[in-house]
């Protein structure tokens, strides 16, 4: 079991960054592949970064490719998701997800365990 707390997120303008932390609680954080997704009122969750369990692979939707980076660090029990050049339409609640795996995947029905969200809004 692991629980997920996001952190991170607020109010900013178009062309700025952000970093959204999340805090793992439990052991064994560095068995979990991490993930950020975002989801836009009234749509599915969509897939953001992703990061294997020891952090050597790394992988981002083509919508943030160049501007998002998923980074951890396992002595923190932390994921982060650095935001670069933001723009309105990145405007979305974030979430952490976790799954007890090696491999991130960009599906969402494969992560176990969810944070509660964390609102980021970009003013044009």
């Known amino acids: 079991q692991v629980q997920l707390v996001e952190s991170g997120g607020r109010s900013v303008e178009a062309g700025g960054s952000l970093r959204l932390s999340c805090i793992a609680s439990g052991r064994y954080f560095n068995t979990y592949a991490m993930a950020w997704f975002r989801q836009f009122p009234g749509k599915e969750r969509e897939f953001v970064a992703g990061i294997s369990r020891s952090g050597d692979s790394t992988s981002s939707a083509d919508s943030v490719k160049g501007r998002f980076a998923i980074s951890r660090d396992n002595a923190k029990n932390t994921v982060y998701l650095q935001m670069n050049s933001l723009k309105p339409e990145d405007t979305a609640v974030y979430y952490c997800?976790?799954?007890?795996?090696?491999?991130?995947?960009?599906?969402?029905?494969?992560?176990?365990?969810w944070g509660q969200g964390t609102q980021v809004t970009v003013s044009s």
């Open positions: 997800a976790a799954d007890n795996s090696n491999y991130y995947f960009s599906r969402r029905q494969m992560y176990s365990y």
